[in-house]
């Protein structure tokens, strides 16, 4: 399985970013699929995720109402739309997909994930 992310950037404060995350390798449409995130220093955090078929959509509470989860199962994509921006945003931004496919027991864990890509930088100035 191979997750590629595109669509970082610098953006200003209060703008929009949308990260795109292209997946080969499998059936993508039999799979979960979440955004995590690393800022310097600080432990990977859990950032949005989607059920298999879409139907479903989890979101850390720092980012509730400023970013949405969506896929599109006909091109193998998975995207993250980041709007309102803050500088506390500013990270690497890594798509991760399970193992197993169906539903997930807990859509927050990274441990839940086994597959990640290799990440895109997103860095929001004030």
């Known amino acids: 399985v191979q997750l590629v992310e595109s669509g970082g950037g610098l953006v200003q404060a209060g703008g929009s970013l949308r990260l795109s995350c292209a997946a080969s390798?499998?059936?993508?449409?039999?799979?979960?699929m979440g955004w995590f995130r690393q800022a310097p220093g600080l432990e990977r955090e859990f950032v949005a995720a989607?059920?298999?078929?879409?139907?479903?959509?989890y979101y850390a509470d720092s980012v509730k109402g400023r970013f949405t989860i969506s896929r599109d199962n006909v091109k193998n994509k998975v995207y993250l739309q980041m709007n309102s921006l803050k500088p506390e945003d500013t990270a690497v931004y890594y798509c991760?997909?399970?193992?197993?496919?169906?539903?997930?027991?807990?859509?927050?864990?990274?441990?839940?994930?086994?597959?990640w890509g290799q990440g895109t930088q997103v860095t929001v100035s004030s």
């Open positions: 991760a997909a399970p193992r197993t496919f169906g539903n997930l027991k807990n859509y927050y864990g990274d441990y839940e994930y086994d597959y």
């Open positions: 390798g499998r059936t993508f449409n039999s799979y979960a």
């Open positions: 989607i059920s298999w078929s879409g139907g479903s959509t």
